[in-house]
């Protein structure tokens, strides 16, 4: 059983497209997040989100938005995709006080 | 946030003890210090966490000093498989509050 689990994996889109990336949870955590990892293996946190609280890092184009329908789901959604973008992107989750972060496997978004 | 300051990358030999030191000399006092490994290709898998003195479990061991202004993970005897990178977080548990460096790139080799 994956305990985070993201999907596409590989994800290739041309400039200028919207897409989306699907992360989900079966570890009862309550609270996920979602990290970009650019050329340079920096890893970033670019969203944290409970049932309470939505906490953005005010780098991060308002073209991203996470999705929550529920607690174990938190999509990433990307508008107007730029050359930019093209990362892997990590979705974690972890308990709201965690000790520590479960990670998914990552997404490889590149963007022609 | 507390900004941490590793080595950018150490070599090793199989069967050695590897030891990774971060420096945190902002460290906050509701701050705990987290070691997480990144093998290629994947998310960041957790290792070790203390607050103060030493810590032990079965992958590592962490050593903190009195000032905390630093921290050490010591991986013993050390494997092939050990090659990936190491990141020193410090926060205060909240995990909006992890701020990944640019980590240890540790390659070991036979």
């Known amino acids: ?112 | 946030l507390a900004k941490t300051t590793q080595p950018i990358s150490m070599d090793s030999y199989e069967g050695q003890e590897v030891n990774i030191t971060c420096s945190h000399n902002n460290i906050a006092t509701n701050d705990y210090i987290t070691w997480y490994q990144q093998f290629p290709s994947q998310g960041p898998r957790f290792i070790i966490q203390g607050y103060k003195t030493k810590v032990t479990n079965e992958v590592a061991s962490l050593f903190i000093p009195a000032d905390r202004k630093s921290s050490t993970l010591s991986l013993p005897r050390v494997s092939l498989s050990d090659t990936a990178v190491y990141y020193c977080l410090v926060g205060d548990n909240y995990g909006q509050n992890f701020v990944f460096g640019p980590g240890t790139r540790l390659s070991v080799l036979p």
């Open chain 1, 1 to 112: 059983d994956t305990a985070v689990s993201q999907t596409p994996k590989y994800l290739v889109t041309q400039m200028g497209n919207d897409k989306s990336i699907k992360c989900e949870q079966n570890l009862g955590h309550d609270t996920m997040y979602w990290y970009k990892q650019d050329s340079k293996k920096f890893l970033k946190i670019m969203f944290s989100y409970n049932n309470k609280e939505l906490i953005i890092n005010e780098t991060v184009p308002n073209r991203f938005s996470p999705k929550s329908p529920d607690k174990a789901h938190l999509n990433l959604h990307i508008n107007s995709l730029e050359l930019g973008d093209s990362a892997v992107y990590f979705c974690a989750s972890s308990y709201t006080n965690p000790g520590e972060l479960f990670f998914g496997e990552g997404s490889r978004l590149t963007v022609l």
